[in-house]
């Protein structure tokens, strides 16, 4: 009886976890910049209270945040392509010190606001440049890559919350001093761990991430990130009023849902990708998240119920974040760092109008409203993802090419140091 065609490969699969320095350091500084999107989750009804804002005025430290860092994607490449990589993720990382500190000490909500979009300007440089930074100077290959960014967007994830309620219970400026703090460190280890990167020969355009979109598997994978991330923000945003918790306590919700975002995105999303492919498994898991939410809509008043199902839609979200995001990277046949930028101007867009939109919605109608349409706009989501179905299948097909170049790369590698080695 033959041995299992994979048998052979499994154990010389290299652990996405061991990597240079210079890749540790950008890893830490994007789990330092995560955070930053669940951080303030704990502290928004304390916000709402002390600084005598409305719900839909605080969920606006969602919408200044994502919003510009959705438009500020469009100038990442053209500003990388004309300073170097290296340079691009320390002026994000300085900008997102500075726009933390300045949060911080911020007086009321429209200045938190205000220092908020700063602070997503930074993040947007940080972002598409890391993981660009990531996946070039990775061992381990590119799905190894993604395994790791992903990692790292997780822990930050899961990490955020729990920060943002210890600090937000001692005052609700801590979590932004907190996050200043720890970005000056990920800036100093940027700084002096990450060879400097040669500015490239060809400069990219302000236009070029829009021209990016005309290729339609990139804009289907865009729509559907927008679409996706509306219901996925709409959990993060306004989640936290109706459960009626203390700070202490809604960190501890939002931190085991990012735990599972964590553990989801790195362990279960490339078996069940590999078992099931992109396609199946994108619908299935986009299914099951807007029943989730829907759960959510009909049980809003349900403490219980509620709570349950935000921590439990942590795994969708892990589950949906690592599929997608190797789709985007081989889906087009546009550059990555011009890809990551096209597709994060879409998907944000939706992660930042969101929040504030249920905001108003609540104020409007009723608090079950924001999530019915959030469930809503998971399904829009699957339906517009199916319009790119052979899209998504070439893209598995180019995936499978990049894993058997990793091989031969990591078997010649092998063979040329078992040659060296036997020479001396």
């Known amino acids: 009886m033959s041995a299992h065609p994979h048998a052979s490969t499994t154990s010389d699969v290299p652990s996405p976890f061991r990597q240079p320095k210079a890749v540790w350091a950008v890893a830490f500084a994007c789990v330092i910049s995560f955070m930053g999107i669940g951080l303030v989750d704990p502290i928004l009804p304390s916000l709402s209270s002390k600084l005598h804002a409305t719900p839909s005025q605080v969920t606006l430290l969602f919408t200044s945040y994502l919003v510009v860092t959705s438009v500020a994607m469009l100038v990442t490449g053209f500003v990388s392509s004309r300073i170097g990589a290296k340079r691009t993720l320390i002026a994000g990382l300085v900008l997102i010190v500075v726009f933390s500190a300045l949060a911080g000490a911020s007086g009321g909500i429209t200045g938190i606001v205000g220092f908020r979009a700063g602070w997503g300007l930074g993040n947007a440089l940080f972002i598409a440049t890391s993981l660009a930074v990531i996946v070039g100077s990775a061992s381990g290959g590119f799905a190894g890559a993604i395994i790791l960014y992903e990692t790292a967007l997780g822990i930050g994830i899961a990490l955020g919350p729990l920060l943002g309620g210890e600090l937000g219970g001692i005052s609700w400026r801590g979590p932004f001093f907190g996050v200043a703090v ?91 990708q590999a078992r099931f492919g992109i396609a199946r498994t994108l619908y299935f898991n986009l299914a099951l ?12 008043t349900s403490q219980a119920i509620l709570i349950t199902a935000v921590i439990v839609a942590g795994a969708f979200i892990g589950i949906n974040n690592t599929i997608t995001t190797q789709a985007v990277m081989t889906v087009s046949p546009v550059e990555r760092p011009i890809a990551s930028a096209a597709y994060g101007f879409i998907r944000f867009i939706g992660g930042g109008l969101a929040p504030y939109a249920a905001g108003k919605l609540a104020e409007h109608y009723n608090v079950h409203v924001p999530f019915y349409i959030g469930a809503a706009a998971v399904v829009v989501a699957i339906g517009v993802l199916a319009t790119g179905h052979s899209l998504l299948a070439d893209a598995e097909r180019v995936q499978a090419a990049h894993g058997q170049k990793d091989t031969l790369d990591r078997l010649q590698d092998d063979a040329l140091a078992e040659e060296l080695g036997s020479a001396s």
């Open 289 to 300: 998240f807007a029943l989730d939410i829907l759960v959510i809509a009909l049980f809003t």
């Open 182 to 272: 720890l970005m000056a460190i990920a800036l100093i280890a940027t700084m002096t761990l990450v060879q400097p990167t040669p500015v490239p020969v060809h400069r990219t355009s302000l236009l070029d991430p829009i021209r990016a979109l005309r290729h339609r598997g990139l804009l289907t994978m865009g729509l559907t990130a927008l679409c996706y991330n509306w219901g996925f923000f709409t959990v993060l945003g306004y989640a936290p009023f109706p459960m009626n918790l203390g700070t202490h306590q809604l960190g501890y919700v939002f931190t085991g849902w990012g735990l599972l975002v964590a553990l989801f995105s790195v362990f279960a999303a490339p078996r069940l």
